[in-house]
C-alpha cells in the first residue's frame, strides 16, 4: 500500500466492488487487487487508509454485519478514545470494512460505492 499506484480493497462477491473494478479495468488504470478478506489489513494498515480517507474506523464500518451485531457495534462510542477499539475489531473482523476502497496513485482513497465516486476517479 504505497501511494504512486493504485489499489483496489475488492471482494469479488460484492457488486459494488466489481463495479469498481470494472470501471478501473474500463478506464485503463493499472491497479493491484487486494482481497482484503483473505489478506486483512493490519491496524497499522487502517491507520494508514484512514488518514487517506480523511476518515473515522466507524465510518467505514458495515454496521449491518452478524459480527457487528455480535461485537455490539452499534453501542461502541465514536470518540478518539474509541478509535483503537474500533481498529482492533476492523483487523479482526474485515468483513467489517466498507468496500472497496480505492487507492489511488496521487496518495487519495475513496469508498468507491456509487458512480459519481467512480467517476471521480477519473479526474
Given at each position: 500500500m504505497t501511494s504512486g499506484h493504485t489499489e483496489i480493497w475488492h471482494n469479488p462477491r460484492c457488486s459494488k466492488s466489481r463495479n469498481a473494478a470494472a470501471h478501473l479495468d474500463a478506464t485503463g488504470v493499472d491497479?493491484?487487487?487486494?482481497?482484503?478478506?483473505?489478506?486483512?489489513?493490519?491496524?497499522?494498515?487502517?491507520?494508514?487508509?484512514?488518514?487517506?480517507?480523511?476518515?473515522?474506523?466507524?465510518?467505514?464500518?458495515?454496521?449491518?454485519?452478524d459480527v457487528a451485531k455480535e461485537l455490539g457495534l452499534s453501542g461502541w462510542g465514536r470518540t478518539e478514545a474509541d478509535r483503537e477499539r474500533w481498529l482492533?475489531?476492523?483487523?479482526?473482523?474485515p468483513k467489517l470494512i466498507q468496500r472497496p476502497i480505492?487507492?489511488?496513485?496521487?496518495?487519495?482513497?475513496?469508498?468507491?460505492?456509487?458512480?459519481?465516486?467512480?467517476?471521480?476517479l477519473d479526474r
Open positions: 491497479y493491484t487487487v487486494r482481497r482484503y478478506l483473505d489478506d486483512p489489513p493490519t491496524v497499522e494498515e487502517l491507520r494508514a487508509v484512514l488518514a487517506r480517507l480523511g476518515a473515522e474506523p466507524w465510518e467505514i464500518t458495515r454496521t449491518g454485519e482492533a475489531a476492523l483487523a479482526e473482523h480505492v487507492l489511488t496513485a496521487d496518495g487519495g482513497a475513496v469508498v468507491a460505492r456509487d458512480e459519481e465516486t467512480l467517476r471521480g
